[in-house]
């Protein structure tokens, strides 16, 4: 227990381009990671990378310090040292022992993100741990904590609401526009390519056949798009957008210009087909002319209504939180057992190879002699004793010793 040790860079310490520091492409990650487990003497290692923070979890027999953080950081970013190395190691933070366990329980229950409540985190805790695993980087220190983890992070979004009210933008867009989404394909225009358009797409083509329409600056990142989706549509330059002749029923829009990507008189020109159309405009600034939402056969939603909404939903989850954390001190309390129970499991691990040593030596040295007196089925009734006394001998002592460990922890 008190060798789990975190070193944390997160949102609430850095900016979003210094966690970027600490991200490692897959290519290079596991090379990094050994040498800085090697380098630094690490027992075990695993290293939970997301958009807001990047944090290694450690088994460590020296309670770690500042140098040690201040060695870390030298090690990793030996290529690109920061000229702020001092700023970085004061505000990185350094938690220990329970409040360790506290942290990574709270961080995969989504307590401790960005957005309270959002459970790709979950997913992300267990894929870092598998990959850290297969890579001979951490052992069963580490292993007994993210079982914990997940299985109180489990806890917590089937025994409360924390999860049950979305407050990101895009699932709250995508809610609303089911509304307008039947079983029936629809032809929808897509202006923009990049991460949240991608994932508002990712929503709306699970389990449907539209058809799009792509306009995007680049055409390489909308051609990447459609094939990392695989999804059913044609791509245009954005200057094209006002040439767009076709019916669409819905307009999904989110780019990362300054000025408006469609007025509303290039509405007028495109829309010439349509009878009724919805508009998702998730930019910031808005793609889309405010002016369009006073055409009666227009629907248009943007950012500054799901704001509302967003923020409503935040307050919910924020009200959670308090019987989030009484699930969570619970199971601390659980994995205090487990961890003690596995420290005991480790301790007498080498008994029962001790115990085959001694047998050995009894029957081929201190008894012997006395042991080529019995004919094979005394043999036979010698061995299946002595095979019980120590199956009992390893039993008896790991079983009072569990009681105790028991006892000590729930006084």
């Keep these: ?13 850095f900016n979003f381009d210094e966690i970027g520091l600490f991200h490692f492409d897959d290519k290079q990650r596991i090379d990094v990671l050994t040498n800085l487990k ?32 201040e060695q870390l950081i030298k090690q990793l970013l030996a290529d690109q040292l920061p000229t702020n190395l001092k700023d970085i190691v004061d505000r990185a933070e350094i938690i220990n022992n329970k409040a360790a366990v506290h942290h990574i329980f709270s961080v995969a229950s989504s307590i401790d993100s960005l957005v309270v409540g959002e459970r790709e985190i979950i997913t992300q805790v267990r894929k870092a741990f598998e990959e ?38 895009v699932s709250l867009a995508f809610l609303e526009l089911k509304k307008y989404i039947s079983k029936k394909p629809k032809k929808i225009l897509v202006i923009g390519a990049g991460k949240t358009v991608t994932s508002m797409l990712k929503f ?9 329409t792509i306009y995007n600056r680049s055409i390489e990142k909308a051609h990447k798009l459609v094939e990392n989706l695989n999804i059913n549509a044609e791509v245009f330059p954005l200057i094209e957008l006002v040439n767009h002749n076709s019916k669409f029923d819905f307009i999904i829009s989110c780019t990362g210009s300054k000025e408006l990507v469609l007025s509303m008189e290039d509405f007028q020109k495109i829309s010439g087909n349509n009878s009724k159309s919805v508009i998702v405009d998730l930019a910031v600034p808005n793609d889309c002319d405010i002016k369009i939402s006073e055409n009666e056969n227009v629907k248009l939603i943007n950012v500054d209504q799901l704001k509302v909404r967003a923020e409503e939903n935040l307050q919910a989850r924020g009200e959670e939180i308090n019987r989030c954390l009484d699930i969570i001190d619970r199971q601390i ?24 040593g001694i047998r050995r030596k009894a029957f081929r040295e201190v008894f012997a002699k006395e042991l080529e007196t019995l004919d094979p089925g005394a043999i036979e009734v010698v061995n299946s004793l002595v ?3 120590e199956k009992k001998y390893i039993s008896v002592p790991m079983k009072l010793a569990k009681d105790i460990l028991l006892k000590e922890t729930t006084k």
């Design 1 to 13: 227990m008190n060798t789990v040790q975190i070193i944390a860079f997160t949102h609430r310490q």
């Design 38 to 69: 090697t380098n630094l003497e690490i027992n075990e290692l695993m290293y939970l990378s997301t958009c807001n923070r990047v944090e290694f979890i450690v088994s460590h027999e020296k309670k770690i310090t500042k140098t040690f953080v």
């Design 132 to 169: 850290c695993r297969e890579n001979n980087l951490c052992g069963d220190v580490i292993r007994v904590l993210v079982q914990s983890t997940i299985s109180t992070a489990k806890k917590v979004y089937t025994e409360s609401n924390i999860g049950t009210r979305p407050v990101s933008i």
């Design 204 to 212: 709306i083509s699970k389990n449907q056949q539209h058809h799009y």
């Design 333 to 356: 309390i659980k994995y205090y057992i487990s961890e003690k129970e596995r420290n005991l499991e480790r301790a007498l691990s080498s008994v029962p190879k001790s115990i085959k």
């Design 387 to 389: 095979d019980y006394i």
